[in-house]
């Protein structure tokens, strides 16, 4: 029987087939890399997802995070799995090497999240951690990578992203938590951060946060926030771990699924000396925030992937093995056998469904991410620029699109089980509760809709949007003379048609 997660094989066509990822091997870039050790990323990631990963989900859910004498713990089978995750580098595949990580495509990081995401509860805990540290690579000075990436690039601390706050969730520009300069350079914070992804664990011994703040006096609206490294422990130069920083964890909510992600509301500077560090330059703190969106909002999208892709695999087991009714012919004989129920049409229809959405929002992802490794390696000026266009137009549309399908897939793959999807007993249910937040947070899907509309639509006056639609066309011409796919080529014709008058209303 095949892997209960992803499909391998599927995955392959996408990477192989579609996107021709070996071309990608030709380039100084990834010219160390190859299709085998690819091929070995996805056997490891697949071997450590069905003995590590998925095992500890429902146990995750059921335990959850408990918020104890001010300290967040996590549910306790977590533990050994997070380590066994961590020591195998599974959250820096795509990492450059110099900041410590292994440099295969993002592509195919992107590939071996989808054996993952399925628990975010778990892993999220690492990527969060990688997120952050990425931040660092990126922006923060010579010391602060050395104080804080490699750590965390390890996992060995954690990190996280601290950007709402009780008044200020989609609208960032309201946000109130306040950094006062010091004269040694480093800034005191006070505020208040709600719905923290990892705000606390005790799953590592230091955690860092980086925190959007508006340094006294700083203009209102977004251009005045600038962002900050809050260490749990204040790191000593020797890089032993000091006094405890100033700041709580005042609750953590209880929701409607991800039970073993703790959501932390994060109280700075109670008593005053929340100690932080400028990462980057004052007042750049979205700029620095939103650069890192893209791969991001990419990330969700394969999150969402990777339950709609596990809820699908359980449906159609559960399809092939539930016997109930007899087969359509069959139907006056109270004597026939019972059938499994992927024999009847309807139960067919719905799997049919799942599949076909859930092979569109893995190419779709894959693409998206292709595009930003092309960005990365090639040196044709004019495909960097295509695939630069291609990815800032579709970046919302992957991460608002996949996370929507998402929810149906699991909804439907509840559909298929029938009663029993709804108890706990089947995993079905706790893949429909996860898989919720997708359409939340990374900016809620109203808000990827705003910025597909009102910015990337007409980026660089509209070029970008034109230059996907030249994609399409291009894609459209090469279907059009091929037997069994002439008419879809049509009807993808027609959508882009829609599609061309839908951005030029908006343009005019
Ligand atoms: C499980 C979970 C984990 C999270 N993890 C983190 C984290 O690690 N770090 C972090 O900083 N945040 C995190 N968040 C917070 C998340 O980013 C916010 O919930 C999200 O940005 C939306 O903010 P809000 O909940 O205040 O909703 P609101 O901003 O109040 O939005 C409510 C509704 O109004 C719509 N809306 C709001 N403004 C507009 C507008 N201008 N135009 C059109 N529609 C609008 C939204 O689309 C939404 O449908 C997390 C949230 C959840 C649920």
Not at 291 to 307: H, I, K, P, T
């Amino acid at each position: 029987m095949g892997s209960l997660i992803c499909d391998v094989r599927d995955q392959k066509f996408v990477l192989y087939e579609i996107l021709k990822i070996e071309d990608l091997f030709k380039t100084q870039r990834f010219g160390a890399y190859s299709r085998d050790m690819c091929d070995m990323v996805q056997d490891g990631a697949k071997k450590i997802a069905e003995e590590v990963i998925f095992p500890s989900l429902a146990e995750g859910d059921r335990e959850g995070c408990r918020l104890e004498n001010g300290s967040v713990h996590v549910p306790k089978c977590f533990h050994r799995n997070y380590a066994l995750f961590r020591e195998g580098g599974w959250t820096t595949i795509s990492t450059s090497p110099e900041a410590g990580g292994q440099g295969f495509p993002l592509v195919i990081g992107m590939m071996s999240e989808e054996w993952f995401m399925h628990n975010f509860g778990l892993v999220g805990y690492a990527y969060l951690t990688t997120g952050a540290a990425h931040l660092i690579e990126a922006y923060g000075a010579e010391s602060q990578k050395k104080k804080y990436m490699e750590k965390m690039y390890k996992g060995l601390w954690g990190g996280n992203m601290c950007l709402t706050e009780p008044g200020a969730g989609t609208d960032l520009g309201s946000i109130r938590t306040k950094a006062v300069r010091q004269p040694d350079g480093t800034y005191l914070l006070q505020g208040a951060k709600q719905f923290i992804s990892g705000g606390d664990q005790d799953l590592t011994e230091n955690i860092v946060s980086p925190v959007l703040a508006r340094i006294e006096g700083d203009p209102p609206g977004t251009a005045g926030i600038s962002i900050f490294l809050v260490p749990k422990y204040i790191v000593n130069d020797d890089g032993s771990l000091g006094r405890r920083n100033d700041y709580t964890i005042g609750g953590i909510e209880h929701k409607l699924g991800l039970h073993g992600s703790a959501t932390c509301q994060m109280n700075f500077g109670d008593n005053g000396e929340c100690y932080a560090e400028i990462l980057g330059e004052e007042r750049q703190g979205i700029k620095v925030m939103f650069q890192l969106m893209n791969e991001a909002r990419v990330d969700v999208a394969v999150e969402s992937l990777a339950s709609a892709s596990i809820a699908y695999l359980h449906a159609v087991a559960y399809a092939k093995e539930r016997l109930q009714g007899s087969a359509l012919e069959d139907m006056k004989n109270p004597r026939a056998p019972r059938v499994p129920i992927i024999r009847h049409p309807d139960v067919r229809r719905m799997l049919i469904w799942m599949k076909a959405h859930v092979e569109g929002i893995r190419a779709l992802a894959y693409y998206t991410a292709w595009c930003i490794d092309v960005i990365h390696s090639t040196d044709d000026n004019a495909r960097k620029d295509t695939c630069r266009a291609i990815m800032e137009v579709l970046t919302p549309i992957c991460k608002a699109f996949s996370s929507d399908v998402a929810f149906r897939v699991t909804e439907t793959a509840i559909q298929v089980h029938g009663g029993y999807g709804c108890c706990s007993e089947y995993p079905v249910e706790q893949f429909l509760r996860d898989v919720k937040m997708t359409s939340i947070y990374e900016g809620t899907n109203g808000v990827q809709a705003l910025d597909l509309v009102g910015r990337k639509l007409s980026l660089k006056k509209g070029l970008y949007f034109m230059i996907l639609l030249e994609e399409i066309q291009k894609t459209v011409q090469g279907c059009r003379g091929v037997t069994g796919i002439k008419d879809m080529a049509e009807d993808v014709q027609d959508a882009a048609n829609n599609l061309a008058e839908v951005g030029l209303f908006f343009a005019s």
